[in-house]
């Protein structure tokens, strides 16, 4: 029997990265090979300094890798024209920072109201709510702590509905409790969505939740879990 489309969609993987090497003045990695499907999520844990986020910026079309090749749902995403990469960035790819890059001018609200019309998706209250953020959503950012900025980083990427989450200590900010809610909402997210996720993060604890955890040691991606 023929697969159907939505057969296909789950045995095709949405990020597959093969001889990734990557240095500046020192080598940071090289001969990575990983993969992500429908449903995955996978955490990167390793030493600060050790490239975690450089081959997360790889990884999501931030850095071209000095050798090897990534691909985003089927698309070599170095070989993409300019307007065909902004266009994968804007339509399935979430991405989260320690650098929040929330619009200073706006209210926590209208940052969301952004992503909402980008995406025509509505911003979902229940989710507001699960982030604590329901007494200062219409603030400004300005005003807010820096972890109620992560947490609407956080809710603006999810209101993109991306195919797949690269998060770069998210939960850096966070008190434990509020820490462990976001990692439900994204490991619910990921399997209501058939989407994919993408952690970097120092606390094992929250790694070993996800389907595929790797360190990254002296240059080596190792899979540990």
Known sequence: MPLNLSDYNNFMKILEATSL???FEYTLFEHIELSLYPGETMAIVGESGSGKSTLL?????????NEGVVKLLDSDIYKLKERELVALRRDELGLIFQSHYLFKGFSAYENLEVASILAAEPID????ERLGLQD???MKVTQLSGGQQQRISIARVLT???RIIFADEPTGNLDNNTSLEVMRIFEEYVKEERAALILVTHNEEFAFRCNKVYRLHEKVL????
């Open 21 to 23: 090497s990557h240095h």
């Open 57 to 65: 910026h790889t990884l999501s079309t931030l850095l071209k890798p």
């Open 125 to 128: 209250s229940s989710l507001v």
């Open 136 to 138: 200062v959503i219409n």
């Open 160 to 162: 993109k509905k991306p």
């Open 222 to 225: 190792e899979r540990i879990k």
